[in-house]
């Protein structure tokens, strides 16, 4: 894909001021990068976004770095990625080696404390956020077998206790059995 000198330059600029605004982690970045890629900007479609999420929580790393490549990548090819993960953890890792200095003194502010406490409802409103707007597109195309899907796997890991990593392989299975039957059916037509 080709892009501007312009498009790098935007697409550091916003993967730099999510980041640095963000707390909560890689599924709160994933919701932002959603807002601002699909819905700001049409740089992305919601398909897209979701199968970026996907891969980026089910794959070894950080989901937000994950998830940056992935949208970098597709936006700018391995420029555009390198663009984004440099966008991405350039904020945490001034940050994090800025409080590293101070950490004790840091975290001992009762401020400080309770100001993490007051963030973590705002964090869970985002999550949410971000799981209803991908449920409703899914919902929206009538995918009912990728939601039976998202159903199937959270009834095991919640109340059955079974392995992520068993659900995320068997849903890579899943997956690939209905590319092949949809392809073999394109080929069949």
């Known amino acids: 894909m080709k892009c501007s000198f312009k498009t790098y330059g935007l697409l550091f600029l916003y993967t730099l001021k999510i980041s640095a605004f963000t707390f909560g982690g890689g599924y709160v970045i994933v919701s932002l990068m959603k807002k601002q890629f699909v819905d700001k900007l049409g740089w992305l479609n919601d398909d897209e976004m979701l199968d970026f999420t996907a891969i980026a929580q089910s794959s070894p790393g950080a989901v937000a770095v994950n998830a940056s490549i992935l949208v970098g990548n597709k936006i700018g090819g ?50 949410c956020d971000a799981v209803c707007g991908l449920f409703a ?24 206790s079974v392995n992520v990593i068993l659900i995320v392989i068997a849903g890579i299975i899943y997956g690939i059995l209905l590319y092949r039957r949809g392809d073999e059916k394109h080929h069949a037509a």
């Open 78 to 127: 391995i420029l555009g990625a390198v663009t984004a993960i440099i966008g991405t953890v350039l904020p945490p890792f001034v940050l994090l080696t800025a409080i590293s200095y101070i950490y004790d003194i840091f975290i001992s502010i009762k401020a400080i404390q309770y100001l993490f406490f007051g963030m973590q409802a705002g964090v869970i409103a985002v999550i």
């Open 137 to 160: 597109s899914v919902w929206k195309e009538s995918r009912w077998l990728a939601l039976a899907a998202c159903a199937v796997a959270f009834v095991l890991v919640a109340f059955l």
